[in-house]
């Protein structure tokens, strides 16, 4: 079936150094789309970034992340990393099979001074 | 506009006692979504319907779980009898399309 990996389960970094989180997907299905979505402490899961066409970057507030079908890969990427940036960052997948969220494990990603 | 709401935002039971959660989904949302999400893990969906019909709830423990959207807007999912296993949170989405999913904040079940 359908499923997503983030192999960090911690990022720790200081402020100001880049972002790049992991994430990679498997699906038998030609049509996948890949999304990052973000959980602040106390706050509800949102939406951060959803994946266009294949190798097109999309960005949004500050963070971009680019789908690559031939490595099955939508990693988040950040150039400088900010205090607030700090929250559980989880990549998502959905076929065109299930029409399903399929969500990783999440990524916890703490940004210190 | 108004995000998704959820009741109760956290709750503490015994085993083999039942519970309830509510969810009222974002107006004009016609298709609503139950993830359950262990400690550590990503949400994994329970079950999810398009107005009132359900759409998928294959992964729903149905001897212990049940769910329902009688008119298509809110939605109640209750356990039967609770195991230590339920322990994890509980959260409801609302989308127009598959593509853009709203998210609740969550009920926290623990089950001592």
């Known amino acids: 079936g359908d499923s997503v990996t983030q192999k960090e389960g911690l990022v720790t970094l200081t402020e100001g150094l880049p972002v790049m989180l992991n994430c990679t997907y498997q699906?038998?299905?030609?049509?996948?789309?890949l999304f990052w979505y973000v959980h602040y402490l106390n706050e509800s899961p949102r939406l951060l970034l959803k994946?266009?066409?294949?190798?097109k970057r999309t960005e949004h507030q500050g963070f971009h992340a680019t789908l690559h079908k031939s490595s099955s890969s939508f990693h988040l990427q950040k150039s400088s990393a900010q205090l607030s940036d700090s929250a559980l960052y989880y990549c998502?997948?959905?076929?065109?099979?299930?029409?399903?969220?399929?969500f990783g494990s999440g990524t916890q990603l703490t940004v210190m001074p | 506009e108004a995000g998704v709401t959820q009741s109760p935002r956290y709750a503490v039971l015994q085993e083999g006692q039942a519970v309830s959660f509510w969810c009222d989904p974002i107006?004009?949302?016609?298709?609503l979504y139950w993830y359950q999400q262990p400690r550590d893990q990503g949400p994994q969906l329970l079950v999810y319907?398009?107005?009132?019909?359900?759409?998928?709830n294959s992964q729903l423990p149905s001897d212990r779980f049940s769910a329902v959207r009688p008119k298509g807007t809110n939605s109640t999912l209750k356990i039967q009898s609770a195991k230590q296993g339920d322990t994890a949170t509980y959260l409801c989405?609302?989308?127009?399309?598959?593509?853009?999913?709203?998210f609740g904040p969550g009920t926290r079940l623990t089950v001592l």
């Open positions: 994946s266009s066409t294949d190798n």
């Open positions: 998502a997948l959905l076929s065109s099979g299930s029409w399903q969220l399929i």
């Open positions: 319907f398009r107005d009132e019909a359900v759409i998928d």
């Open positions: 989405a609302s989308s127009r399309t598959a593509y853009e999913q709203y």
């Open positions: 107006s004009g949302h016609d298709t």
């Open positions: 699906t038998i299905y030609s049509n996948a789309f």
